[in-house]
Nanobody
Framework: VQLQASGGGLVQAGGSLKLSCVIS????????ATWYRQAPGSQREWVAG???????NYVDFVKGRFTISRDNAKNTVYLQMNSLKPEDTAVYYC?????????WGQGTLVTVSS
């Protein structure tokens, strides 16, 4: 299983970005997926989760601004990020757990300027 994240970049505060995570494997739709982020000097933190059945969860500080979704036909999980703030600056990682195994993407850098 391989995860390839993309879509990061530099954006001004208040702007939007949409991250993508392409996940290899024919059983993509059987599993949920999550997004994490790691800001400079900080620990990696959970941001949003999407269950295989479609239920979503968000950390409080992104609720109402970020939306996680998936396209099973494209084996892709997305993170739409709106109303971005400088404190959202971080490397964003996608993750998928399959049983006892956890698979991570390589991360994509999001920089929000004030």
């Amino acid at each position: 299983v391989q995860l390839q994240a993309s879509g990061g970049g530099l954006v001004q505060a208040g702007g939007s970005l949409k991250l993508s995570c392409v996940i290899s494997g024919s059983t993509f739709s059987r599993y949920g997926a999550t997004w994490y982020r790691q800001a400079p000097g900080s620990q990696r933190e959970w941001v949003a989760g999407l269950a295989a059945g479609g239920a979503t969860n968000y950390v409080d500080f992104v609720k109402g601004r970020f939306t996680i979704s998936r396209d099973n036909a494209k084996n892709t999980v997305y993170l739409q990020m709106n109303s971005l703030k400088p404190e959202d600056t971080a490397v964003y990682y996608c993750k998928q757990e399959r049983g006892a195994h956890a698979y991570w993407g390589q991360g994509t850098l999001v920089t929000v300027s004030s």
